[in-house]
Protein backbone atom coordinates (compact mmCIF):
# COMPACT_ATOMS: atom_id res chain seq x y z
CA UNK A 1 0.00 0.00 0.00
CA UNK A 2 1.20 3.11 -1.01
CA UNK A 3 0.16 6.77 0.67
CA UNK A 4 0.26 10.39 -1.26
CA UNK A 5 3.11 12.19 -0.66
CA UNK A 6 1.71 16.00 0.44
CA UNK A 7 4.18 19.04 0.55
CA UNK A 8 4.88 19.95 4.12
CA UNK A 9 2.36 23.03 4.35
CA UNK A 10 -0.13 20.76 2.49
CA UNK A 11 0.60 18.45 5.30
CA UNK A 12 0.00 21.22 8.09
CA UNK A 13 -3.47 22.28 6.07
CA UNK A 14 -4.92 18.94 6.36
CA UNK A 15 -4.75 18.81 10.24
CA UNK A 16 -4.74 22.35 11.14
CA UNK A 17 -7.85 25.03 11.82
CA UNK A 18 -8.13 27.08 8.45
CA UNK A 19 -6.02 29.94 8.64
CA UNK A 20 -4.37 29.49 11.93
CA UNK A 21 -0.94 28.53 10.91
CA UNK A 22 1.42 30.92 11.71
CA UNK A 23 5.47 30.48 10.30
CA UNK A 24 8.33 31.46 12.64
CA UNK A 25 11.13 33.33 11.31
CA UNK A 26 13.77 30.93 9.73
CA UNK A 27 17.01 31.27 11.61
CA UNK A 28 19.98 32.78 9.41
CA UNK A 29 23.29 30.72 8.66
CA UNK A 30 26.23 31.61 6.39
CA UNK A 31 27.11 28.72 4.65
CA UNK A 32 30.55 28.62 2.55
CA UNK A 33 30.04 27.47 -1.05
CA UNK A 34 28.50 24.36 -1.58
CA UNK A 35 28.15 24.14 1.82
CA UNK A 36 30.11 23.04 4.77
CA UNK A 37 32.03 19.88 2.68
CA UNK A 38 32.69 22.02 -0.46
CA UNK A 39 30.20 19.32 -2.22
CA UNK A 40 30.23 20.31 -5.92
CA UNK A 41 26.82 20.94 -6.67
CA UNK A 42 25.62 21.28 -3.10
CA UNK A 43 24.53 24.71 -3.75
CA UNK A 44 22.60 23.68 -7.15
CA UNK A 45 20.65 21.27 -5.48
CA UNK A 46 19.21 23.44 -3.09
CA UNK A 47 18.29 25.92 -5.46
CA UNK A 48 16.64 23.56 -7.66
CA UNK A 49 14.20 22.17 -4.45
CA UNK A 50 13.75 25.29 -3.82
CA UNK A 51 12.16 25.75 -7.51
CA UNK A 52 10.74 22.87 -7.07
CA UNK A 53 8.81 23.25 -3.64
CA UNK A 54 8.55 27.13 -2.97
CA UNK A 55 10.69 26.06 0.16
CA UNK A 56 14.20 27.01 1.36
CA UNK A 57 14.72 23.61 3.59
CA UNK A 58 13.40 20.88 4.10
CA UNK A 59 11.41 21.85 7.19
CA UNK A 60 8.42 23.97 7.74
CA UNK A 61 8.00 25.28 11.38
CA UNK A 62 5.23 27.34 13.44
CA UNK A 63 2.17 27.42 15.21
CA UNK A 64 -1.04 26.56 14.93
CA UNK A 65 -4.35 25.91 16.06
CA UNK A 66 -5.55 22.34 15.65
CA UNK A 67 -9.32 21.66 17.35
CA UNK A 68 -9.14 24.69 18.45
CA UNK A 69 -6.10 24.45 20.44
CA UNK A 70 -2.56 26.19 19.97
CA UNK A 71 0.13 23.73 19.11
CA UNK A 72 4.02 24.06 18.11
CA UNK A 73 3.87 22.84 14.51
CA UNK A 74 7.06 20.98 12.36
CA UNK A 75 5.95 19.60 9.21
CA UNK A 76 8.95 17.96 6.56
CA UNK A 77 8.87 19.09 3.03
CA UNK A 78 10.00 15.62 1.87
CA UNK A 79 10.45 17.25 -2.34
CA UNK A 80 13.74 19.05 -0.81
CA UNK A 81 16.20 16.96 -0.86
CA UNK A 82 14.28 14.09 0.77
CA UNK A 83 13.42 15.94 3.83
CA UNK A 84 16.46 15.33 5.03
CA UNK A 85 18.33 17.12 8.08
CA UNK A 86 21.50 19.41 7.64
CA UNK A 87 22.48 22.25 9.74
CA UNK A 88 19.88 24.47 8.51
CA UNK A 89 17.21 21.98 9.17
CA UNK A 90 18.64 21.38 12.81
CA UNK A 91 18.68 25.61 13.14
CA UNK A 92 15.20 25.27 12.17
CA UNK A 93 13.91 22.30 14.79
CA UNK A 94 15.40 23.75 17.60
CA UNK A 95 13.74 26.81 16.87
CA UNK A 96 10.70 25.37 17.52
CA UNK A 97 11.52 23.33 19.93
CA UNK A 98 12.80 26.36 21.77
CA UNK A 99 9.34 28.32 20.69
CA UNK A 100 7.17 25.68 22.52
CA UNK A 101 8.87 25.86 25.38
CA UNK A 102 8.26 29.44 25.95
CA UNK A 103 4.89 29.37 25.02
CA UNK A 104 3.98 26.27 27.16
CA UNK A 105 2.63 24.75 23.87
CA UNK A 106 2.92 21.11 23.13
CA UNK A 107 5.02 19.88 20.04
CA UNK A 108 3.11 18.45 16.97
CA UNK A 109 5.97 16.91 14.08
CA UNK A 110 4.78 15.80 10.47
CA UNK A 111 7.67 13.80 9.84
CA UNK A 112 8.41 12.40 5.93
CA UNK A 113 12.43 12.23 5.87
CA UNK A 114 14.68 9.42 4.14
CA UNK A 115 17.44 10.58 7.17
CA UNK A 116 20.82 12.70 7.05
CA UNK A 117 21.99 14.92 4.81
CA UNK A 118 25.04 13.25 2.73
CA UNK A 119 26.27 16.66 1.38
CA UNK A 120 27.20 18.05 4.80
CA UNK A 121 28.50 14.67 6.34
CA UNK A 122 28.91 14.45 9.94
CA UNK A 123 27.54 17.71 10.55
CA UNK A 124 24.31 16.67 9.38
CA UNK A 125 24.68 13.05 11.62
CA UNK A 126 25.22 15.41 14.55
CA UNK A 127 21.74 17.21 14.10
CA UNK A 128 20.26 14.27 15.64
CA UNK A 129 22.48 14.82 18.96
CA UNK A 130 20.66 18.74 18.79
CA UNK A 131 16.70 17.20 18.25
CA UNK A 132 17.42 14.38 21.25
CA UNK A 133 18.97 17.59 23.54
CA UNK A 134 15.36 19.20 22.69
CA UNK A 135 13.80 16.58 23.28
CA UNK A 136 14.76 15.41 26.13
CA UNK A 137 14.44 19.56 27.72
CA UNK A 138 10.39 19.44 26.43
CA UNK A 139 10.13 16.50 28.48
CA UNK A 140 11.49 18.20 31.06
CA UNK A 141 9.60 20.88 31.23
CA UNK A 142 6.31 18.67 31.33
CA UNK A 143 5.22 19.34 27.68
CA UNK A 144 3.32 16.64 25.27
CA UNK A 145 5.47 15.69 22.17
CA UNK A 146 3.27 13.99 18.98
CA UNK A 147 4.39 12.62 15.91
CA UNK A 148 2.36 11.74 12.88
CA UNK A 149 4.40 9.22 10.79
CA UNK A 150 3.93 10.00 7.07
CA UNK A 151 5.72 8.58 4.12
CA UNK A 152 8.58 7.99 4.66
CA UNK A 153 9.46 8.22 8.14
CA UNK A 154 13.31 6.88 7.87
CA UNK A 155 16.68 7.37 9.36
CA UNK A 156 17.56 9.65 11.93
CA UNK A 157 14.05 11.16 11.73
CA UNK A 158 11.94 8.29 13.09
CA UNK A 159 14.99 7.65 15.45
CA UNK A 160 14.90 10.76 17.26
CA UNK A 161 11.21 13.00 16.33
CA UNK A 162 9.62 10.35 15.77
CA UNK A 163 10.55 7.30 18.03
CA UNK A 164 11.08 10.03 20.54
CA UNK A 165 7.55 11.38 20.93
CA UNK A 166 5.16 10.81 23.66
CA UNK A 167 2.70 10.00 21.39
CA UNK A 168 3.28 7.65 17.68
CA UNK A 169 0.39 7.77 14.85
CA UNK A 170 1.24 6.45 11.84
CA UNK A 171 -0.65 7.35 8.18
CA UNK A 172 -1.77 3.75 6.56
CA UNK A 173 0.98 2.51 4.10
CA UNK A 174 3.94 4.96 5.15
CA UNK A 175 7.36 3.69 5.21
CA UNK A 176 8.65 3.76 8.72
CA UNK A 177 12.15 2.21 9.91
CA UNK A 178 15.81 3.09 10.81
CA UNK A 179 16.93 1.69 7.42
CA UNK A 180 15.92 3.44 4.29
CA UNK A 181 14.80 1.71 1.01
CA UNK A 182 17.93 2.14 -0.41
CA UNK A 183 20.00 0.70 2.72
CA UNK A 184 18.55 -2.43 3.78
CA UNK A 185 19.06 -5.98 3.75
CA UNK A 186 17.97 -7.16 0.24
CA UNK A 187 15.67 -9.96 1.61
CA UNK A 188 14.27 -7.72 4.41
CA UNK A 189 10.88 -8.37 4.96
CA UNK A 190 9.20 -5.55 3.99
CA UNK A 191 6.37 -5.70 6.65
CA UNK A 192 8.84 -4.72 8.78
CA UNK A 193 9.48 -1.79 7.39
CA UNK A 194 5.57 -0.24 7.37
CA UNK A 195 3.61 1.73 9.35
CA UNK A 196 1.04 -1.28 10.08
CA UNK A 197 4.06 -3.54 10.85
CA UNK A 198 5.68 -1.15 13.49
CA UNK A 199 2.14 -0.62 15.38
CA UNK A 200 2.23 -5.02 15.71
CA UNK A 201 5.90 -4.69 17.10
CA UNK A 202 4.56 -1.97 19.47
CA UNK A 203 6.41 1.48 17.85
CA UNK A 204 3.35 3.06 17.36
CA UNK A 205 0.59 3.63 19.23
CA UNK A 206 -1.85 3.86 15.82
CA UNK A 207 -2.31 3.62 12.55
CA UNK A 208 -4.70 6.55 11.36
CA UNK A 209 -6.55 7.49 8.21
CA UNK A 210 -5.76 10.50 6.61
CA UNK A 211 -9.92 11.28 6.81
CA UNK A 212 -9.49 10.74 10.86
CA UNK A 213 -6.43 12.55 11.33
CA UNK A 214 -7.43 16.00 12.31
CA UNK A 215 -10.13 14.68 14.80
CA UNK A 216 -7.81 12.24 16.64
CA UNK A 217 -4.68 15.02 16.93
CA UNK A 218 -7.28 17.40 17.87
CA UNK A 219 -8.61 14.79 20.75
CA UNK A 220 -5.08 14.32 21.84
CA UNK A 221 -4.80 17.62 22.01
CA UNK A 222 -8.06 18.40 23.97
CA UNK A 223 -6.82 15.47 26.57
CA UNK A 224 -3.62 16.46 27.03
CA UNK A 225 -4.37 20.33 27.83
CA UNK A 226 -7.69 19.26 29.96
CA UNK A 227 -7.86 20.24 34.02
CA UNK A 228 -6.28 17.55 36.15
CA UNK A 229 -8.29 16.17 38.92
CA UNK A 230 -7.79 17.60 42.70
CA UNK A 231 -6.22 14.32 43.89
CA UNK A 232 -6.65 10.64 43.47
CA UNK A 233 -9.29 9.66 41.18
CA UNK A 234 -12.76 8.04 42.33
CA UNK A 235 -12.30 4.25 41.49
CA UNK A 236 -14.75 3.26 39.21
CA UNK A 237 -18.63 1.42 40.65
CA UNK A 238 -18.91 -2.18 40.46
CA UNK A 239 -20.68 -2.99 37.23
CA UNK A 240 -21.64 -6.74 38.43
CA UNK A 241 -24.84 -7.92 40.42
CA UNK A 242 -22.74 -9.86 43.10
CA UNK A 243 -22.57 -9.53 46.77
CA UNK A 244 -19.74 -10.19 48.80
CA UNK A 245 -19.01 -13.68 48.91
CA UNK A 246 -19.44 -16.34 52.05
CA UNK A 247 -16.08 -18.06 51.43
CA UNK A 248 -13.46 -17.58 49.86
CA UNK A 249 -13.60 -20.50 47.21
CA UNK A 250 -16.83 -18.68 46.51
CA UNK A 251 -14.76 -15.74 45.74
CA UNK A 252 -12.52 -16.99 43.37
CA UNK A 253 -15.46 -18.65 41.23
CA UNK A 254 -17.37 -15.33 41.45
CA UNK A 255 -13.98 -13.68 39.78
CA UNK A 256 -14.02 -16.32 37.44
CA UNK A 257 -17.71 -16.47 36.07
CA UNK A 258 -17.83 -16.37 32.03
CA UNK A 259 -19.10 -13.10 31.30
CA UNK A 260 -18.67 -11.12 34.11
CA UNK A 261 -18.14 -7.27 33.21
CA UNK A 262 -13.84 -6.96 32.37
CA UNK A 263 -11.78 -3.81 31.51
CA UNK A 264 -13.49 -2.45 28.40
CA UNK A 265 -16.96 -2.32 30.02
CA UNK A 266 -15.29 -0.42 33.21
CA UNK A 267 -13.25 1.83 31.30
CA UNK A 268 -16.42 2.51 28.61
CA UNK A 269 -18.70 3.23 31.72
CA UNK A 270 -15.96 5.53 33.44
CA UNK A 271 -14.45 7.49 30.66
CA UNK A 272 -16.04 10.31 28.56
CA UNK A 273 -13.28 10.03 26.05
CA UNK A 274 -10.61 7.72 26.13
CA UNK A 275 -7.76 7.33 23.77
CA UNK A 276 -5.31 4.42 23.34
CA UNK A 277 -1.06 3.89 23.46
CA UNK A 278 -0.41 0.77 21.86
CA UNK A 279 3.03 -1.14 22.60
CA UNK A 280 6.44 -1.52 25.14
CA UNK A 281 8.70 0.48 22.54
CA UNK A 282 10.76 -2.99 22.92
CA UNK A 283 9.13 -4.83 20.16
CA UNK A 284 6.19 -6.32 22.14
CA UNK A 285 2.55 -5.64 22.52
CA UNK A 286 -0.16 -7.33 24.88
CA UNK A 287 -3.70 -7.29 23.89
CA UNK A 288 -4.62 -7.71 27.32
CA UNK A 289 -3.17 -4.63 28.98
CA UNK A 290 -5.42 -1.91 27.52
CA UNK A 291 -3.40 1.86 28.11
CA UNK A 292 -3.96 5.17 27.65
CA UNK A 293 -5.70 8.54 28.59
CA UNK A 294 -8.93 9.96 28.55
CA UNK A 295 -11.22 12.66 29.80
CA UNK A 296 -13.29 11.86 33.00
CA UNK A 297 -15.56 14.97 33.79
CA UNK A 298 -13.68 16.80 31.40
CA UNK A 299 -10.88 16.60 33.65
CA UNK A 300 -7.46 14.09 32.32
CA UNK A 301 -6.85 10.99 33.70
CA UNK A 302 -4.55 8.35 32.28
CA UNK A 303 -5.27 4.09 32.70
CA UNK A 304 -3.62 0.92 32.60
CA UNK A 305 -6.38 -2.17 32.58
CA UNK A 306 -5.55 -5.84 32.63
CA UNK A 307 -8.13 -7.78 30.60
CA UNK A 308 -8.30 -11.11 32.38
CA UNK A 309 -5.90 -12.89 30.99
CA UNK A 310 -2.25 -14.01 31.99
CA UNK A 311 -0.52 -10.41 31.26
CA UNK A 312 3.09 -10.43 29.66
CA UNK A 313 6.40 -8.57 29.46
CA UNK A 314 5.02 -6.44 27.05
CA UNK A 315 1.99 -5.26 28.73
CA UNK A 316 4.06 -4.73 32.12
CA UNK A 317 6.59 -2.60 29.95
CA UNK A 318 3.19 -0.48 28.47
CA UNK A 319 1.97 -0.06 31.53
CA UNK A 320 5.38 1.18 33.00
CA UNK A 321 5.30 3.69 30.16
CA UNK A 322 2.09 5.03 30.38
CA UNK A 323 2.38 5.92 34.56
CA UNK A 324 5.78 7.46 33.82
CA UNK A 325 4.27 9.59 30.62
CA UNK A 326 1.50 10.58 32.94
CA UNK A 327 3.72 11.28 35.93
CA UNK A 328 5.85 13.74 34.10
CA UNK A 329 2.22 15.69 32.51
CA UNK A 330 1.02 16.00 36.25
CA UNK A 331 -2.00 13.45 35.15
CA UNK A 332 -3.60 11.06 37.65
CA UNK A 333 -4.01 7.21 36.92
CA UNK A 334 -6.55 4.61 37.14
CA UNK A 335 -5.41 0.85 37.15
CA UNK A 336 -7.91 -1.56 36.52
CA UNK A 337 -6.25 -5.01 37.91
CA UNK A 338 -7.67 -8.53 36.66
CA UNK A 339 -5.37 -11.01 35.76
CA UNK A 340 -4.28 -14.82 37.01
CA UNK A 341 -1.28 -13.57 37.16
CA UNK A 342 2.05 -12.90 34.88
CA UNK A 343 2.76 -15.38 31.89
CA UNK A 344 4.86 -17.91 32.46
CA UNK A 345 5.86 -19.92 29.68
CA UNK A 346 9.25 -19.48 27.98
CA UNK A 347 8.41 -16.87 25.85
CA UNK A 348 7.74 -14.55 28.75
CA UNK A 349 10.70 -15.23 30.45
CA UNK A 350 13.07 -15.37 27.05
CA UNK A 351 10.55 -11.55 27.13
CA UNK A 352 12.40 -10.28 30.33
CA UNK A 353 8.97 -11.42 32.42
CA UNK A 354 11.05 -10.63 35.69
CA UNK A 355 12.18 -7.17 34.73
CA UNK A 356 9.26 -6.27 33.29
CA UNK A 357 7.11 -6.71 36.32
CA UNK A 358 10.02 -5.02 38.49
CA UNK A 359 9.89 -2.08 35.86
CA UNK A 360 5.90 -2.01 36.27
CA UNK A 361 6.54 -1.83 40.78
CA UNK A 362 9.43 0.73 40.10
CA UNK A 363 7.11 3.04 37.93
CA UNK A 364 3.93 2.96 40.69
CA UNK A 365 6.26 3.14 43.32
CA UNK A 366 7.62 5.86 41.92
CA UNK A 367 4.59 8.23 40.80
CA UNK A 368 4.44 11.61 42.21
CA UNK A 369 0.74 11.74 40.77
CA UNK A 370 -1.52 9.92 42.78
CA UNK A 371 -2.73 6.06 41.46
CA UNK A 372 -5.65 4.46 42.07
CA UNK A 373 -6.33 0.71 41.69
CA UNK A 374 -9.80 -0.78 41.29
CA UNK A 375 -9.43 -4.55 41.62
CA UNK A 376 -12.34 -5.84 39.32
CA UNK A 377 -11.35 -9.81 39.01
CA UNK A 378 -8.73 -11.79 39.94
CA UNK A 379 -5.91 -11.06 41.22
CA UNK A 380 -3.29 -13.63 40.77
CA UNK A 381 0.11 -13.04 42.95
CA UNK A 382 2.92 -10.69 41.81
CA UNK A 383 1.51 -10.16 38.31
CA UNK A 384 -1.19 -8.16 39.39
CA UNK A 385 -0.12 -6.33 42.20
CA UNK A 386 2.46 -4.72 40.27
CA UNK A 387 -0.67 -3.06 39.10
CA UNK A 388 -1.80 -1.91 42.66
CA UNK A 389 -1.36 1.26 44.08
CA UNK A 390 -0.50 1.14 47.44
CA UNK A 391 -2.49 2.54 49.83
CA UNK A 392 -5.00 3.20 47.31
CA UNK A 393 -6.45 0.07 46.23
CA UNK A 394 -10.48 -0.58 45.81
CA UNK A 395 -12.13 -4.03 45.29
CA UNK A 396 -15.61 -5.16 43.20
CA UNK A 397 -17.86 -7.35 44.95
CA UNK A 398 -17.24 -10.38 42.22
CA UNK A 399 -13.06 -9.90 42.59
CA UNK A 400 -9.94 -11.85 44.84
CA UNK A 401 -6.65 -11.49 45.76
CA UNK A 402 -4.20 -13.81 46.72
CA UNK A 403 -0.24 -14.34 47.22
CA UNK A 404 -0.71 -17.45 44.60
CA UNK A 405 -3.97 -18.98 42.81
CA UNK A 406 -5.34 -21.77 45.35
CA UNK A 407 -5.20 -24.50 43.40
CA UNK A 408 -1.23 -23.72 43.41
CA UNK A 409 -1.12 -23.14 46.86
CA UNK A 410 -2.47 -26.23 47.59
CA UNK A 411 0.14 -28.00 45.16
CA UNK A 412 2.86 -26.51 46.81
CA UNK A 413 1.91 -27.40 50.09
CA UNK A 414 1.24 -31.33 48.63
CA UNK A 415 -2.23 -31.05 49.01
CA UNK A 416 -4.73 -32.63 47.11
CA UNK A 417 -6.39 -30.94 44.12
CA UNK A 418 -9.49 -31.50 46.09
CA UNK A 419 -8.31 -29.06 49.37
CA UNK A 420 -8.17 -25.98 47.17
CA UNK A 421 -11.73 -24.67 48.10
CA UNK A 422 -9.83 -24.76 51.77
CA UNK A 423 -7.09 -23.30 51.09
CA UNK A 424 -8.57 -20.60 49.40
CA UNK A 425 -10.30 -19.84 52.93
CA UNK A 426 -6.89 -19.96 54.88
CA UNK A 427 -5.83 -17.80 52.34
CA UNK A 428 -8.19 -14.83 53.24
CA UNK A 429 -8.94 -13.68 49.72
CA UNK A 430 -12.38 -12.49 49.68
CA UNK A 431 -12.97 -8.64 49.35
CA UNK A 432 -13.96 -8.36 52.32
CA UNK A 433 -10.90 -9.92 53.75
CA UNK A 434 -8.87 -7.99 51.74
CA UNK A 435 -10.44 -4.67 53.66
CA UNK A 436 -9.63 -5.99 57.10
CA UNK A 437 -6.26 -7.11 56.07
CA UNK A 438 -5.52 -3.61 55.17
CA UNK A 439 -4.70 -4.69 51.67
CA UNK A 440 -7.55 -2.71 50.12
CA UNK A 441 -9.50 0.38 51.32
CA UNK A 442 -13.15 -0.63 50.47
CA UNK A 443 -15.19 -2.42 48.81
CA UNK A 444 -16.45 -0.22 45.89
CA UNK A 445 -20.29 0.25 45.59
CA UNK A 446 -22.52 -0.84 42.68
CA UNK A 447 -22.81 1.60 39.75
CA UNK A 448 -26.81 3.75 40.06
CA UNK A 449 -28.06 4.75 36.43
CA UNK A 450 -27.43 8.48 38.09
CA UNK A 451 -24.12 7.72 38.41
CA UNK A 452 -22.97 6.07 34.90
CA UNK A 453 -21.42 9.01 32.84
Known amino acids: MTTTRLSARA ?7 PDSFAELPA ?19 RERATARTGEEESVVV ?18 FLGGSLGQRTGDRLEAAYEHARAHRLPLVSLIATGGSRMQEGMLALTQLQRVARQCV ?18 GGGWATLGAGADVVLALPGAQVGFAGS ?7 DPAAYGAEGQYASGHVDAVVAP ?32 SPPATGWDAVRQARRPGRPH ?16 GDRAGGTDPGMLCGFGLRAGRAVAYAAQCGTATRPAGYRTAARVVRLADRLGIPVLTLVDTPGAANDAAAEHAGAGPAIADAFAALAGATV ?14 ALALAAPGNTWVTPDSYFSVIAPELAAAILKRPPSAAPATADQLHVRPQDLVALGVARGIVAPATPAATP
Open 11 to 17: AIASVAD
Open 27 to 45: PRRESPADGPLAWSGYDAS
Open 62 to 79: GTARIGGREAALVSFEFG
Open 137 to 154: LTRAAGLPQLAVLRDPTT
Open 182 to 188: RVRPADA
Open 211 to 242: ADLPGTLADWLRVLAAPRPDGPVEPPAALADA
Open 263 to 278: APVYLDAYFDLRLPLS
Open 370 to 383: PVTTLLIGEGGSGG
